[in-house]
């Protein structure tokens, strides 16, 4: 059974109780037992919707702050990772399997937030694939393969670094928007 079915059947149940001891133990006139049965009537409906609102918004709550720690989470590792890169500690090897792996995680996330939360224009897959772009497509990048050891240019650093910015602000777009659905 579920808690909306058990709320209403026991809902009406101590109704029930509550109008028959009250007839039986105080005399009342019939129009004075209508006014009393609808009072205790909008008592039991109030506590119901108050009950079942309260569930709703719990849960949407649950679901919304999933995905905000989640986008925390993409954006603490993406912070270490650009960290590592501009501090030239990263091997081409290893950027090409992070991106691999960093592009389903956020695959994933716009996925369940398009399904789940039906929001829509979400950006920061395709701030990635820039980032993505800007790296591999690099001749430092290109050049590095063989070396194992991956260097950036100060043009490649400045590009890097705004790319990187503008995904940020996807990301606290997306926080926004899951806030607001």
């Given at each position: ?27 009342l ?21 108050v ?14 702050d ?30 090409l ?85």
């Amino acid at each position: 059974m579920r808690v909306k079915e058990f709320i209403y059947i026991t809902s009406g149940v101590i109704l029930g109780i509550l109008i028959h001891t009250l007839v039986d133990l105080i005399p009342l006139d019939s129009p004075e037992i209508v006014e009393l049965s609808g009072i205790l009537v909008n008592v039991i409906l109030g506590i119901i919707i108050v009950i079942l609102v309260q569930k709703k918004l719990s849960d949407e709550r649950g679901i919304k702050d999933y995905f905000i720690t989640e986008i925390g989470e993409i954006k603490t590792e993406y912070n270490k990772f650009i960290n590592k890169i501009l501090f030239n500690k990263n091997d081409p090897q290893f950027i090409l399997e992070w991106f691999k792996t960093m592009s389903m995680r956020i695959q994933q996330l716009e996925y369940f937030l398009k399904d789940e939360l039906k929001i829509k224009n979400l950006d920061n897959q395709s701030s990635n694939r820039r980032i993505h772009k800007i790296l591999t497509n690099s001749e430092e990048f290109n050049e590095s393969i063989s070396k194992r050891k991956f260097e950036i240019s100060v043009e490649l650093n400045n590009e890097l670094t705004n790319q990187y910015k503008d995904f940020k602000h996807s990301l606290v777009r997306t926080i926004v928007k899951i806030n607001r659905a």
